[in-house]
């Protein structure tokens, strides 16, 4: 189901399919387009939100409130054209117009790049990456590459270097130096090394594994969604938003008639026999009712703090066990683009350290009002590093290890402001996405089935449920899910009256 198929069309209730009365919890992406297509099928929804915003993990931050100028991406920034269901979503709400090419890591050759002898600019760092993992290499391993695979393999490991969180690093790269370069070595790899200044990735990974899928195949384990991620990651075809990502949901939460509560904390579930009582807060305590049906799309970071009832041990044990990773974002606002000056047009440095990647958006609206530099963005363990330093000493690190690699700013007059988020703590999520790194495809599957499963009328969506967890297409595919589960569920006995019985309960 997409918002171009025809279920998009307000289908009737009929006698053969009674109208559903259901309860969203959380407007972030599953929850809004689940309430829209709900909506779609001639349901009623309602939504609670806990925050007194919609979006949840896409959160666009603008550092000159009602102006148009510098803003930056604290949750989700980019979409890769592959990722259909968002981009269907994004074309059928009006936004295809603000589509633009997002620029990302290593593919602006000016920008940075930590190696052992400093930082170098791209074009300039092949030498150097090569010779560190002739370093790596067990002894004789490194004269049976060709020169290509050499620098296939020292790229790559950049790459982990730079967007693995850090205790996977070290297993990875095992299996890229023994593994992946194996793989590779059979291949003429000339038509994807670029010459360096002549813009653009020095190689090519995104054709390389489109022209060659048996590369993606025979990764097993970790590598397995290392590779899948790698190739969204640093593909040439990802997309931004202009004027930010925060208008697919507030363009979402708009086509929903159904009433969207924001600032209603849910702090407990418990699945009864015709529904799911809900408890909400209520200042210091909490109101509980029946709803007929629920769509829970909570990360499960946060719904095991919950009070749970009349779940199953199976499905309780997935709750308590789906491992998140922390991500954490710090962002400058600069007087000027001044990375333009030094011939960085976009893209993104990897500087290494504590701050990782730092990526340069683009200035839309005034630049009179400034720029917006992403200094640092980080997930894992680097995330929680960042994190237990507290503000202060978080952004002061970030600052000094940024300001190495562009000590303009240091100028006087050039630090406008700053933004950050830290996901790993941050009440609503408590991490940034569901992890299934380190599982191979069939683990990965089960693991989904396991975790979107629904207990009586109680429903899950979020990016936890899919099987693309840490994008917005997951929270996609999961909604459209649990749409359909829900819209096929057979009410049975259970179904009369119910869709008008909402109990509500003294607080
Ligand atoms: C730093 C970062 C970068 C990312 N980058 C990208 C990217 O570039 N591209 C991409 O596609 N994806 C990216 N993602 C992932 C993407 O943002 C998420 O997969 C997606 O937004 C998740 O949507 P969701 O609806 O599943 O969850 P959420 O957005 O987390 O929505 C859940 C909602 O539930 C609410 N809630 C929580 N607890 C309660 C409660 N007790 N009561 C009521 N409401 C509650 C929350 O406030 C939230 O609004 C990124 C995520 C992060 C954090």
């Not at 630090?415 to 940034?432: C, F, I, K, R, Y």
């Not at 992890?435 to 975790?451: I, L, N, P, T």
Request: glycine share 12%.
């Amino acid at each position: 189901m997409s918002p171009d198929s025809p279920a998009q069309q307000v289908r009737p209730p009929g006698p053969w399919q009674p109208r559903k009365r259901v309860t969203v919890i959380g407007a972030g992406v599953a929850g809004l387009v689940a309430a829209y297509e709900l909506e779609r099928l001639g349901h009623s929804v309602e939504i609670l939100e806990g925050h007194l915003q919609v979006g949840g993990r896409v959160r666009t931050h603008r550092f000159v409130p009602g102006r148009e100028g510098p803003l930056v991406e604290l949750g989700a920034m980019r979409v890769p054209t592959t990722h259909r269901r968002t981009m269907r979503y994004l074309r059928k709400l009006g936004l295809a117009d603000q589509l633009r090419e997002f620029t990302t890591l290593f593919q602006d050759d000016a920008a940075y790049v930590q190696t052992s002898q400093g930082h170098r600019r791209i074009r300039e760092a092949s030498e150097i990456l090569v010779e560190e993992l002739r370093g790596r290499l067990p002894a004789g391993r490194f004269e049976e590459y060709d020169e290509q695979t050499l620098l296939f393999g020292a790229w790559m490991a950049v790459r982990v270097n730079a967007l693995a969180p850090s205790d996977f690093r070290d297993s990875i790269r095992r299996g890229l130096d023994g593994e992946l370069m194996g793989l590779v070595a059979g291949i003429d790899l000339t038509d994807y090394v670029r010459a360096p200044g002549a813009g653009g990735e020095l190689i090519d990974l995104r054709a390389l594994f489109a022209d060659h899928p048996g590369i993606r195949a025979g990764c097993r384990g970790r590598l397995y969604r290392f590779v899948d991620d790698i190739v969204n990651e640093t593909s040439s075809t990802l997309m931004r938003l202009s004027g930010g990502m925060d208008q697919l949901v507030h363009r979402l939460r708009e086509r929903i008639s159904g009433p969207v509560r924001c600032g209603k904390e849910v702090t407990g579930l418990a699945v009864a026999e015709h529904g799911v009582q809900v408890r909400t807060r209520h200042g210091f305590g909490s109101a509980g009712r029946l709803c007929d049906y629920v769509l829970c799309t909570i990360p499960f970071s946060v719904l095991r703090g919950l009070e749970l009832a009349g779940l199953d041990e199976e499905k309780l044990a997935a709750i308590h066990g789906q491992r998140y990773w922390a991500a954490t974002k710090v962002a400058f606002h600069c007087r000027e683009a001044f990375w333009e000056r030094d011939g960085i047009t976009g893209g993104a440095s990897f500087t290494g350290g504590l701050s990782r990647q730092t990526y340069y958006p683009p200035v839309e609206g005034d630049p009179k009002l400034g720029a917006a530099l992403l200094a640092s963005y980080t997930i894992g363990q680097d995330a929680d590093r960042l994190c237990r330093l507290g503000r202060r000493a978080r952004l002061a690190a970030v600052l000094d290890e940024v300001a190495a690699v562009h000590p303009e700013l240091r100028r006087p007059g050039m630090l406008l402001g700053v933004a950050d988020q830290v996901w790993g703590t941050e009440p609503s999520s408590l991490g940034a996405a569901a992890v299934r790194w380190g599982k191979d495809a069939d683990s990965c599957e089960a693991e989904r089935e396991m975790v979107a499963r629904p207990q009586g009328r109680l429903f899950f969506a979020g990016e936890h449920c899919s099987s693309h967890p840490a994008w917005i297409e997951g929270a996609i595919e999961s909604a459209q899910h649990a749409v359909r589960l829900i819209d096929g569920h057979q009410q049975g006995e259970a179904a009369e009256g119910a869709c008008a019985a909402v109990v509500e309960e003294p607080a």
